[in-house]
Antibody, heavy 125, light 108 residues
Framework: QVQLRESGPGLVKPSETLSLTCTVSDGSFSSYYWTWIRQPPGKGLEWIGYIYYLGDTNYNPSLKSRITISLDTSKNQVSLKLSSLTAADTAVYYC???????????????????WGQGTMVTVSS | EIVMTQSPATLSVSPGERATLSCRASQSVGANLAWYQQKPGQAPRLLIFGASTRATGIPARFSGSGSGTDFTLTISSLQSEDFAVYYCQQYYNWPPLTFGGGTKVEIK
């Protein structure tokens, strides 16, 4: 079964840019939405954004000005960059995969069926 | 933005009993609703998609129902490994994709 593994710095300073990478074990990007989701300590889940395997991106409006998600199929990686960090960005960051579900000609991300183990990121000076 | 509201926040249930969790959407999401289980220190696990379809490997004691704005996750007979936090999530309209705040199922 495909596995996802997040990697990146555990501690970053305020105002800096966070860079995280998600490695997809089998490189099977086709027909999936590749997504970043985060969870602050003791809180619920927040969708950050996704990149579709064809390259289309979609971001949470609350974070849109600070996010870039990209795909590097040659390295089997999905990347997240989040700029202008504050303490409010402290969270466990997950990458996850959703299959495409088609209905009335539209594609939908049909639930996140594969998740990485998550990586804790602390924003502190 | 579609707001997902889960109730109750905490559900106390004895092993072997039935648990019923609710999720309400601020507007219709059709059947584009997923449920997840999360245990401490672990990533969420997909239980249900399409409001009622169990994901691969999910036991039959988990069932989902509902459409439009009101959804239910039922665990027919709670096992010890089912005590966890459960989240619903809509994928009908985005951005953003949105999750409910979660229901913690604890041992009574």
């Amino acid at each position: 079964q495909v596995q996802l593994r997040e990697s990146g710095p555990g501690l970053v300073k305020p105002s800096e840019t966070l860079s995280l990478t998600c490695t997809v074990s089998d490189g099977s990007f086709s027909s999936y939405y590749w997504t970043w989701i985060r969870q602050p300590p003791g809180k619920g889940l927040e969708w950050i954004g996704y990149i579709y395997y064809l390259g289309d991106t979609n971001y949470n409006p609350s974070l849109k000005s600070r996010i870039t998600i990209s795909l590097d199929t040659s390295k089997n990686q999905v990347s997240l960059k989040l700029s202008s960090l504050t303490a409010a960005d402290t969270a466990v960051y997950y990458c996850a995969r959703a299959a495409t579900y088609f209905h009335n000609g539209n594609g939908y991300p049909r639930g996140f069926d594969i998740w990485g183990q998550g990586t804790m990121v602390t924003v502190s000076s | 933005e579609i707001v997902m509201t889960q109730s109750p926040a905490t559900l106390s249930v004895s092993p072997g009993e039935r648990a019923t969790l609710s999720c309400r959407a601020s507007q219709s999401v059709g059947a584009n609703l997923a449920w997840y289980q999360q245990k401490p220190g672990q990533a969420p696990r997909l239980l249900i998609f399409g409001a009622s379809t169990r994901a691969t490997g999910i036991p039959a004691r988990f069932s989902g129902s509902g459409s439009g704005t009101d959804f239910t996750l039922t665990i027919s007979s709670l096992q010890s490994e089912d005590f966890a936090v459960y989240y619903c999530q809509q994928y009908y309209n985005w951005p953003p994709l949105t999750f409910g705040g979660g229901t913690k199922v604890e041992i009574k």
